[in-house]
């Protein structure tokens, strides 16, 4: 439930400037409105990472220690998760509009890359120093999406240790079966976000239309799949 809540928001906060580009061909957004735009994205991306890392350990406690599985993860404990998760989605980014707004922007019209407001894609037009930007970005990548990759890799590494302990090659089977659909939810979910950060920072020579397939790739396909 908690996947297919941050699903739906990340696609919803792109949603609005995507579908009046795609219908109207309405190519302008307000810097306000980009702002409030570029928090609710990453703050879902980050709430989204921030679910798969608990849904591995939900994998860990139900392969490992079955039997005791719905005294760990009551109800009172996931709604705790929850709580936790937008929390740290909230504070994580809660100081990225702010900084942005501290900057000064060349005058004129500035042509974003997407369809939608991108961190590193706004910062860029900025006619300013943006070492703390940059800096303080790294440092959102780096604290959710890099720890939460590293964790759910590490979940994993236990979940492998358990089930190669089990005495049937079938139950082995069984147990890994389990893993699957949250092994690929994992995978189209970080492998097209860090290919993006990765293109925006040192792939800005490629074409823009592997941008914006890459960009796509990253907010449409989880979400479908």
């Known amino acids: 439930c908690m996947l297919a809540l941050t699903d ?4 919803l906060s792109t949603l609005p400037t995507t579908l009046a580009v795609l219908w109207f061909d309405y190519r302008l957004i307000g810097f306000n409105a980009c ?12 709430a989204e990472s921030s679910v798969l890392l608990a849904m591995s350990f939900d994998r860990f406690v139900a392969i490992s220690n079955p039997l005791h599985y719905a005294v760990v993860l009551t109800n009172n404990v996931i709604i705790r998760i929850g709580l936790a998760i937008v929390v740290r989605a909230t504070l994580c980014l809660f100081p990225v509009p702010f900084l942005i707004k501290c900057l000064n922007f060349c005058p004129g019209d500035n042509i974003l890359s997407h369809s939608f407001c991108f961190h590193p894609d706004v910062m860029r037009w900025a006619y300013a120093d943006i070492t703390i930007n940059i800096c303080y970005g790294l ?13 759910i890799i590490l979940s994993y590494t236990f979940i492998l240790h358990t089930v190669m302990d089990l005495a049937s090659p079938r139950e082995r ?36 239309t592997v941008h914006a397939l890459v960009a796509y790739a990253y907010l449409v396909i989880p979400p479908v799949l």
């Not at 739906?8 to 696609?11: E, H, P, S």
Request: hydrophobic share 50%; with cysteine; aromatic share 10%.
């Open 8 to 11: 739906v928001g990340l696609t």
């Open 35 to 46: 702002l409030v735009q570029m928090f609710f994205l990453h703050s879902f991306s980050v």
């Open 139 to 151: 440092y959102v990548v780096v604290s959710t999406g890099g720890i939460d990759s590293l964790l």
């Open 173 to 208: 089977i069984r147990a890994l079966n389990t893993c699957v659909s949250h092994i690929l939810a994992v995978s189209v979910f970080f492998v097209p976000g860090i290919t993006m950060s990765m293109m925006h920072r040192f792939g800005r020579h490629l074409p823009h």
